[in-house]
């Protein structure tokens, strides 16, 4: 029972100092809730880039692309870049591999520049045609319209249908189906497409594209002077998700040994290029990593603000301690411990932080929420995702840390003589 | 552990006892040399002028304070050799305090203050502590404001609070220092009244003033000065 009467008496000095009790929790505030707002930022984005690759790309296919790789060493990482390697012959014996069910090639036109594709006499930006073939529907989720059924239809890609969208003033996002766009087809050759269907949004870099029918394409790579007709990148699918990872190691394992690919990038020999993929799998543990390093810098932040609080809360405590003298003797006098005069001031410093930790909960998750809102991803509508497991987590975080910063000025509070406490009137 | 057979009506006894306090190399006698034996059910007033040491002896007899040298016999248990624990645990029991500033709680009840103070003596049985705060604050007065916050009182009210605080764990002795320093005249004979009435066969009153009105209401009269008993009369 004693410790309900410290409680007691720890409450009504919390109650009685209100603003004070909670400029001391402002540290923990700020803390748990930069913590936890950047924690909930971290499983937002990572949600929501998971939710769109996996909305593009399907969890038995994967891409195969020329990167160039940055830095020196086997951990460098590939830009990638566009670059006709991937011969008839190569895909067929991808194709044929074991697991892999189909390949479809792409083959993104050279030289695309700004006026590449127009609707109307309105250039859009960032655009440029890739030949493939009308299976696309099946390597990648068409959102509106279906695939292209001739060689006079294209589908594009969502940030072409969206700018047509705003060239019209329209929102709706099936609007571009149907409409008639004129792309540049390397060079000189311009052709007038009318667009069947718009893919999903995606994160790989295909948004700004115009898919167009292979019979266009001609880029060729070259074999000790012979030409042949080479794509750029691969789209392939595997009968099974648990498939892909095989299905990686076998295509990389040809492309890197008997491949035509392989000689044709000996005439880039300079440029340090190589072959790179993309699955669903190795994207969502890329995420993962960075989100995690991510999280990593962020809490290291959010000690520091912790740790500021702390500081704080030892201040404020030792001036609620100097404060409260007469109070301690006299609870000294009437039979008080030292250990329940700890047990007060620690109570006190514990409620105080439960209190800090819960107002920095929802501190968090406001601001996480105030961060999606300002589009703190480039405008993408990102919805808040909490990780639940963190708040717990975090409210014993701030009332551990209240408590250590409470333990020094509780011990000193248990220090004070009664004689000098009462003395002090 | 000292016995004292000579004296069973002795409740504490002072010997030779010396308080010095040091304050950054420089040292003050507060204390020089004490002999006094306190008996039980005797109201004693300590007067002295300021300085003279009553509040040190006042807080030795209380056990709040040890000297720097002597001893002090608490009902045949010598204090120096008490540990914080058990010297806290006679405080709560044993010993009511009162003090010029009444030292409640302000910001809780005069009945949370009761409860308090029996919470740390715990000496009185948990489900009895609300009837007998409450008949205790009738007794000195305050029955009908027992639920009133302590700052909502007056100066009077609360010394009278402080007083039914002091008797919450029915203690053997009750140390008051200058209990009617903050007091005007009426409510002082109230107080000194109130302590009448408290005491009783076996408890002893112990009080340190400087108003000779006070020291009227003692059976025996102390005076201090400069750190020695000057006079003990009756």
């Keep these: ?425 | 552990m000292t016995t004292d057979g000579n004296d069973s009506r002795a409740v504490e006894i002072l010997e030779n006892a010396v308080k010095t306090y040091s304050y950054k190399g420089l040292e003050y006698t507060a204390l020089r040399g004490i002999n006094l034996t306190i008996e039980r059910g005797k109201f004693y007033s300590i007067m002295g002028p300021s300085g003279s040491g009553k509040s040190t002896l006042l807080h030795i007899l209380g056990l709040l304070d040890t000297p720097t040298s002597g001893r002090v016999v608490y009902k045949s248990v010598e204090a120096g050799r008490m540990k914080d624990r058990d010297l806290s645990a006679v405080r709560g029991r044993e010993i009511g305090f009162v003090f010029q500033s009444y030292n409640l709680i302000p910001r809780m009840t005069a009945m949370k203050n009761m409860l308090m103070a029996m919470s740390f003596g715990n000496k009185i049985p948990q489900q009895d502590r609300k009837e007998r705060g409450q008949s205790l604050l009738s007794t000195v007065g305050m029955g009908d404001k027992s639920e009133k916050l302590v700052s909502q009182l007056s100066g009077g009210e609360q010394q009278r609070v402080a007083i039914a605080r002091a008797m919450a764990n029915d203690p053997s002795l009750i140390v008051a220092d200058e209990p009617t320093g903050n007091l005007d005249s009426e409510n002082a004979r109230i107080i000194m009244d109130l302590f009448t009435g408290v005491r009783g066969e076996e408890r002893t009153i112990i009080v340190a003033t400087h108003n000779p009105d006070v020291a009227k209401y003692a059976d025996i009269n102390i005076t201090i000065r400069d750190g020695k008993l000057a006079e003990e009369s009756q």
């Design chain 1, 1 to 425: 029972m004693r410790i309900a009467h410290s409680a007691a008496i720890g409450i009504s000095s919390i109650r009685r100092h209100k603003l004070r009790s909670v400029l001391t929790a402002l540290g923990i505030i700020m803390g748990i809730g930069s913590i936890l707002a950047m924690v909930s930022l971290g499983s937002s984005f990572e949600s929501y880039i998971v939710g769109s690759y996996s909305n593009t790309l399907m969890p038995n296919e994967f891409v195969v692309s020329i990167g160039q790789k940055s830095g020196s060493g086997t951990s460098g990482s590939y830009y990638s870049v566009e670059v006709p390697v991937f011969t008839t012959k190569d895909i067929h014996h991808i194709q044929n591999e074991s697991g892999i069910t189909s390949v479809l090639p792409f083959g993104a036109f050279p030289g695309n520049n700004p006026n590449s594709v127009k609707f109307g006499n309105v250039s859009i930006f960032g655009s440029g045609a890739t030949a493939t073939e009308p299976s696309l529907n099946k390597f990648f989720r068409i959102a509106n319209g279906s695939t292209f059924t001739s060689s006079s239809q294209c589908v594009v890609g969502s940030s072409v249908a969206s700018a047509i969208d705003s060239i019209s003033n329209k929102t709706s996002p099936a609007y571009a189906i149907g409409k008639v766009i004129s792309v540049n087809l390397s060079g000189s050759k311009i052709v007038d497409f009318t667009i069947s269907g718009v893919l999903a949004a995606s994160p790989l870099g295909i948004n700004g594209d115009v898919f167009v029918d292979q019979s266009y394409y001609n880029q060729t790579g070259s074999i000790n002077g012979t030409n042949y007709v080479a794509y750029t990148d691969l789209a392939v699918l595997t009968g099974t998700a648990d498939q892909v990872s095989s299905g990686i190691s076998e295509t990389l394992a040809y492309l890197n040994s008997s491949s035509q690919a392989k000689e044709i990038l000996k005439d880039y020999a300079n440029l340090n290029l190589g072959f790179v993929t993309f699955s669903q799998t190795e994207i969502i543990q890329f995420i993962d990593q960075e989100v995690q390093s991510f999280a990593g810098f962020i809490i290291a932040l959010g000690s520091v603000a912790l740790l500021v609080g702390m500081v704080g809360i030892a201040n404020i405590m030792l001036v609620s301690v100097s404060e409260r003298v007469r109070e301690v003797g006299m609870l000294r006098a009437v039979g008080a411990r030292k250990l329940d005069i700890m047990e007060m001031f620690l109570v006190e410093v514990l409620i105080l932080g439960l209190i800090g930790s819960l107002i920095g909960v929802l501190v968090g998750i406001a601001l996480g929420f105030v961060f999606l809102k300002l589009g703190l991803f480039g405008g993408a509508s990102v919805p808040l995702v909490i990780d639940w497991a963190w708040v717990p987590l975090a409210i014993l975080l701030g009332m551990a840390i209240s408590v250590i910063a409470g333990l020094y000025p509780a011990y000193k509070a248990s220090r004070i003589s009664p004689t000098e406490a009462i003395r002090s009137e």
